[in-house]
């Protein structure tokens, strides 16, 4: 099993320009999610999803849109990039009433 | 909102001594609570959770909903045991909050 895989690794981003982050799980987890990790911050939550079709805002979700067309795949979007949105970002995904398991992050450099 | 408060950003323990990592939570009605861990170079990864009642590595962690804490212990700090942990919590759905984290490093 390859739990939960992340691309890319690395990204290095001029302001203005878009990307999209891929996430995808093969565990066949209902819920997914998507967490920025800044230092000093802890993690906090951009978006997540319970199911195919069904996506909502978490704590910080302006600049980033989502969405999940499949239980197995749930890309994280940025519009417009900006110095503000360059952290590491993680996605995971958990079945109902469990632990997450985590990507191995993406870190992103806006400049 | 609900809120995780881990106080110490840094904790430096010397091998062979106990361990206390603390842990705070807002109360709110039956929160459950999880320690996750992120070891260097690696991805964050679940250590317990308080409704296992289990201990991992060596470490365990009680609720406490007088004081609102989990802290996590281990008896005898091993160097393996130096990383990033992560306190978190949910309350009736599956999104975590977690704390800011607290960097563990064990002293030879």
């Known amino acids: 099993n390859a739990g939960v895989t992340q691309t890319p690794k690395f990204r290095i981003l001029k302001i203005g320009q878009s990307m999209t982050l891929q996430c995808a799980q093969d565990?066949?987890?209902?819920?997914m999610y998507w967490y920025r990790q800044d230092p000093g911050m802890g993690l906090k939550l951009i978006y997540y999803?319970?199911?195919?079709?069904?996506?909502d805002k978490g704590e910080v979700p302006n600049g980033y849109n989502v969405s999940r067309s499949t239980t197995e795949d749930f890309p994280l979007r940025l519009e417009l990039a900006a110095p503000s949105q360059t952290s590491v970002y993680f996605c995971?995904?958990?079945?109902?009433?469990?632990?997450?398991?985590f990507g191995s992050g993406t870190r992103l450099t806006v400049v | 909102a609900q809120r995780v408060t881990q106080p110490e950003k840094l904790l430096s323990v010397f091998k062979g001594a106990p361990v206390e990592l603390k842990c705070n939570y807002s109360?709110?009605?039956?929160?459950?609570l999880f320690w996750y861990v992120q070891y260097s170079r690696q991805r964050l990864q679940l250590l317990l959770r308080?409704?296992s009642r289990e201990s991992i590595k060596g470490f365990t962690a009680d609720l406490n909903k007088g004081e609102t804490s989990f802290h996590l212990k281990k008896p005898f700090a091993q160097e393996e045991d130096s990383a990033m942990y992560y306190c978190?919590?949910?309350?009736?759905?599956?999104?975590?909050?977690f704390g800011t984290g607290t960097r563990l490093t064990i002293i030879p």
């Open positions: 995971a995904s958990s079945p109902i009433n469990y632990g997450y398991t």
């Open positions: 565990m066949n987890h209902n819920y």
């Open positions: 999803s319970v199911g195919a079709g069904i996506t």
């Open positions: 109360y709110s009605g039956s929160p459950e």
């Open positions: 308080h409704i």
């Open positions: 978190a919590r949910s309350f009736g759905n599956e999104k975590l909050t």
